[in-house]
């Protein structure tokens, strides 16, 4: 988007620059990444990095509203609430399309895709970006992946201190199923190298007491508080699991970064809530008005992960033979721009997540971001292979004298 850096950067590329990424982002941790990097991050325009942060935060202060409180009493599916939920999420992130604006041709502008209260790699963004800049000299050192402003010190010192929340880190445990058979292990071993927060398989924790444990060498070492990362999607998959313990027992002594009842409450759910100028009509399936046009339409269920479930051609045939109407939603199209030239001719579509952390006591902050590019009909994997310049990436803001 912004053209000079554009035209440097791909003017430097080169083939052995990006085998220096991968190189970089796949023998430095204990996992490798088990998803494809893009070739490139994105450079914003001061224009559209004012318009990205504004819808970002329009978003979050609707769901401060009482409203919004109303509306979500209804998300959480029956049988699934965790008691102990917290008064707010932890994590906040806000996906948008980056789009052509209808009304003025050749402008682009962020419309939301979805949200959700569920972290995702906020300990892998930094780490990219470092290897990053080590494959890549033409970024220059002034632009940065902070919406608000801060430095790469500032963001780790509030994302330790919203993880731990003062507990010692061997006592907090990044929660996931197998953690290492996980497509975003990655992010759980950058989450252990900055922070001290061991990935801990859901099969290896047990209870004795209100208290839960796991072993480390030998040695038993208590839970205090949980980086939830176990989605009950995948949980309620795996009927073969033997667990020593349910997340849903209501006498467990720990804290939660990130409670699992901001899963659901915090999720497609809110979208036929939200309504601002960077928004797309949502309703629930079962509400649907008469006078819009289904083909204009995409039809997602509330609660999958990683675009599981996403038809793109709803039908009424496909309305109707839905078991339970109201756990799906119809969100209008959008229309993804094609603004990103790469060296091949072709040109990458994106999306940008607005990452914001909540601790416990404080108020929400735009902290970083995440992109995931494409060339093809979606952004998943399935759509976009055998292509090059799509993948994961990082958009990167202007400096302030620009």
């Known amino acids: 988007m912004h053209p000079e850096l554009r035209a440097r950067f791909n003017a430097d590329f080169t083939a052995d620059r990006y085998a ?75 996906d948008f399309g980056i789009c052509e604006d209808p009304a003025a041709p050749g402008r682009l502008t962020p419309r939301l895709i979805e949200l959700q209260g569920f972290p995702s790699l906020y300990a892998f963004q930094p780490f990219l970006l470092r290897c990053m800049r080590e494959a890549f000299p033409a970024i220059p050192s002034d632009w940065q992946p902070y919406p608000d402003g801060g430095s790469e010190q500032d963001y780790l010192d509030l994302l330790r201190a919203t993880i731990l929340a003062g507990h010692a880190a061997e006592n907090v445990i990044l929660l996931e199923i197998e953690p290492e058979t996980q497509k975003t292990r990655i992010d759980f071993a950058c989450t252990e190298t900055l922070l001290g927060v061991r990935p801990v398989s859901l099969l290896d924790v047990y209870k004795r007491g209100r208290q839960l444990f796991y072993r480390h060498e030998g040695r038993e070492i208590r839970v205090e508080r949980i980086y939830n990362r176990v989605i009950f999607d995948e949980l309620l998959r795996r009927p073969d699991l033997k667990l020593t313990f349910d997340l849903r027992d209501g006498d467990l002594d720990v804290s939660w970064a990130g409670h699992p009842n901001w899963y659901f409450l915090l999720s497609k759910h809110s979208l036929p809530f939200l309504k601002t100028a960077h928004t797309a009509p949502a309703f629930f399936a079962d509400e649907f008005p008469a006078d819009e046009h289904l083909a204009d339409y995409v039809l997602k269920p509330l609660y999958s992960f990683a675009g599981l479930g996403v038809d793109v051609e709803p039908t009424l045939e496909k309305l109707a033979a839905l078991p339970v109407a109201h756990d799906w939603i119809l969100q209008k199209k959008v229309t993804y721009a094609e603004f990103v030239p790469t060296v091949e001719g072709a040109r990458s579509k994106a999306e940008i997540r607005m990452m914001f952390l909540w601790p416990e006591g404080g108020e929400p902050v735009l902290v970083n971001n995440l992109v995931r590019m494409s060339q093809g009909k979606m952004m998943g994997v399935d759509f976009n292979r055998n292509k090059t310049w799509v993948g994961a990436s990082i958009a990167l803001f202007p400096p302030a004298n620009i």
């Open 20 to 94: 220096t990424l991968e190189r970089a982002a796949n023998t430095t941790e204990r996992w490798p990444v088990d998803f494809r990097l893009c070739e490139t991050p994105i450079f914003l325009t001061p224009e559209f990095a004012q318009e990205v942060r504004r819808a970002a935060w329009e978003i979050v202060h609707q769901l401060r509203t009482p409203e919004f409180a109303a509306h979500m009493q209804t998300a959480i599916p029956a049988g699934l609430s965790v008691p102990g939920e917290a008064p707010h999420p932890v994590f906040i992130q806000v």
